[in-house]
């Protein structure tokens, strides 16, 4: 699903002008560690500006910029809510077999899984 990212819409050799700007690099930095013409480099950062809607190539690495950070903490968070669920199963599963124990119940393969309700004498 393409949500519009900005660095999704790069060609490979644009996403590697777009880091290499993004650290600082210069036009001629660039030509030498891509093996790249000037012409060629020029035309990918034309490219990029063109890409993300910027008015400059300060404003289009701006954006991407930003936009990297929050893809990476989009990531981190993504990850985070994968390790509250382990958590969430773990401690589910963890009450079942408490449960089961206390009322008299073998588990057997329903660990995780709600128990059915117990009548109240």
């Known amino acids: 699903m393409d949500i519009g990212w ?3 819409r790069l060609s490979a050799s644009e996403k590697k002008v777009a880091e290499l700007l993004l650290e600082g690099k210069s036009n001629k930095d ?3 560690e891509m093996f790249l ?3 060629r ?3 990918c950062i034309k490219r990029i500006v063109m890409k993300t809607a ?3 190539t300060r404003s289009a690495i701006a954006l991407l910029a930003e936009e990297r950070e929050t893809l990476l903490l989009l990531r981190v968070l993504e990850q ?3 390790g509250v669920a382990v ?3 773990g401690v589910c599963r963890f009450a079942n077999r408490a449960v089961a124990e206390i ?3 073998t588990t057997g393969g329903d660990c995780g899984y709600a128990l059915p309700r117990v009548r109240s004498s």
């Open 80 to 82: 985070a809510t994968d």
């Open 87 to 89: 958590v969430q199963d």
């Open 6 to 8: 900005r660095w999704s």
């Open 103 to 105: 009322c008299g119940y």
């Open 54 to 56: 910027a008015e400059s």
């Open 37 to 39: 013409s000037r012409a």
């Open 30 to 32: 660039i030509c030498g």
């Open 41 to 43: 480099v020029q035309e």
